[in-house]
């Protein structure tokens, strides 16, 4: 997992791996984050969305990938929190 900038996250497979295991991973993700995180000084409730692409039929390089993941995000935060959507091409 790596932080991209601002509240956004990358999550790489460290080999390939099949799409259902990517719907289950995000379906783990979505679900630990659906109780309040417990601060300091209070809690914070966190919602997740969340925007896939898949190599290498979404893209072919990490510019394409980013781009391809992002339209996917604005997709499911359209659609409101705690979302997963994967990249369709137009």
């Known amino acids: 997992m790596a932080?991209?900038?601002g509240d956004e996250f990358a999550l790489l497979p460290a080999a390939p791996i099949?799409?259902?295991?990517?719907?289950q991973i995000?379906?783990?993700l979505l679900e630990s984050f659906v109780e309040p995180v417990g601060l300091q000084r209070g809690?914070?409730?966190c919602g997740v969305s969340i925007g896939?692409?898949?190599f290498?039929?979404?893209g072919r390089d990490t510019t394409s990938l980013c781009r391809a993941a992002d339209q996917a995000l604005y997709q499911a935060k359209s659609e409101g929190r705690r979302r997963v959507c994967?990249?369709?091409?137009a």
Do not use: F, M, T
């Open 52 to 54: 896939g692409a898949s």
């Open 43 to 45: 809690k914070v409730d």
């Open 3 to 5: 932080r991209i900038g």
């Open 86 to 89: 994967h990249y369709r091409a």
């Open 26 to 28: 995000c379906r783990r």
């Open 18 to 23: 099949r799409v259902s295991d990517v719907e």
């Open 56 to 58: 290498p039929q979404d």
